[in-house]
């Protein structure tokens, strides 16, 4: 009898030994680097058991003491995905985010970025699946949105894209909650499902400057209740299948993407900045051909049963 419970507080003393792993000090660690020019600089990231990291939390503008003292320029790929954090503020002394960095944080609502961000890029999958991310100031220095950055933000009610973006990449807005956008003028193209899936989305405006919206883009937006569309735009995509060439070959592994306006039944009006003569050459170069996936049939259909508004640039 002695012997076991030797034994059993043995085990007990063992036990208490160990940390609790929901204890563990998350926290934020910065790294010192040194680019070329050999000025110092820090990258920072999240540390330890990455979901008991949470509440607000404001990435400092310098890290360190003494010669070591430098800027934080760069949060790390994944830096702070998975982690409980319900605000972030970056600080202007960053100029790069690495991808993913805020993939899934499933509790962030709010983004601040400090006045003065010299930010270029959301890179990819940055916020993907923050599902209840609501509110972002993207800064006016970024021009391009990339791939999956802003998927699967459901609650994202509110996104001001900035006048100098000049990319707007894959799936970046793909299922999130935004009511409305309105493209700048500098965008080109705008990718495949860019906004594909944003089921609260009722009113988009293309600028003028973007040539081609890409197949899926604005599909599946089935509350989109009008759209206007430039006079700069040449071409709108139909369904496209992936066939290993590189003109379609996408980079999340989709491999099907329907129509550009497939299944968006309440669009009511089209509003085009042209005159007639001019939407009927850029209908030779909107792909209706229908196409049958899973049972469904997904064309361009929605923008021709719309009322056609001529001469109508977009003005808020």
């Avoid at 563990?24 to 020019?37: M, P, T």
């Avoid at 404001?58 to 790929?77: Q, S």
Wanted: proline share 3%.
């Amino acid at each position: 009898m002695k012997n076991k419970l030797f034994v059993l507080l043995a085990v007990i003393v063992v036990a208490l030994s160990v940390p609790f792993v929901s204890g563990c000090g998350a926290r934020a660690e910065f790294v010192l680097r040194e680019d070329e020019q050999g000025n110092k600089y820090y990258v920072v990231s999240c540390a330890g058991y990455t979901s008991s990291f949470g509440g607000e939390y404001v990435i400092p503008e310098t890290y360190g003491e003494g010669e070591d003292k430098a800027p934080v320029t760069e949060i790390a790929m994944q830096g702070f995905a998975g982690t409980r954090i319900t605000k972030i503020t970056i600080p202007a002394t960053v100029t790069k985010i690495g991808n993913a960095a805020f993939a899934h944080c499933n509790e962030l609502t709010e983004v601040v970025f400090a006045d003065g961000s010299a930010i270029d890029e959301i890179s990819r999958g940055c916020f993907g699946y923050c599902m209840f991310l609501k509110k972002i100031n993207i800064p006016a220095t970024v021009r391009s949105i990339g791939i999956l950055a802003f998927s699967e933000c459901y609650r994202l009610d509110e996104v001001v894209l900035p006048a100098g973006l000049e990319q707007i990449k894959l799936k970046a807005f793909y299922n999130a909650g935004i009511p409305k956008v309105v493209i700048p003028d500098g965008v080109k193209e705008i990718g495949v499902a860019a906004f594909h899936g944003c089921v609260n989305m009722r009113l988009a405006a293309v600028g003028e400057g973007v040539k081609k919206i890409s197949a899926g883009a604005f599909g599946y937006c089935t509350s989109l209740e009008k759209i206007y569309l430039p006079l700069s735009l040449e071409k709108i995509d139909g369904a496209h299948y992936t066939d290993g060439s590189e003109e379609i070959k996408y980079e999340d592994g989709t491999f099907y993407c329907g129509h550009a306006f497939h299944d968006d039944g309440a669009l009511s009006d089209v509003y085009f900045a042209g005159v007639r003569e001019e939407w009927e050459t850029l209908k030779k170069n909107i792909d209706n051909k229908p196409v049958t996936e899973s049972g469904a049939t997904m064309d361009n259909s929605a923008l021709f049963k719309a009322t056609l508004h001529y001469s109508s640039p977009f003005t808020e």
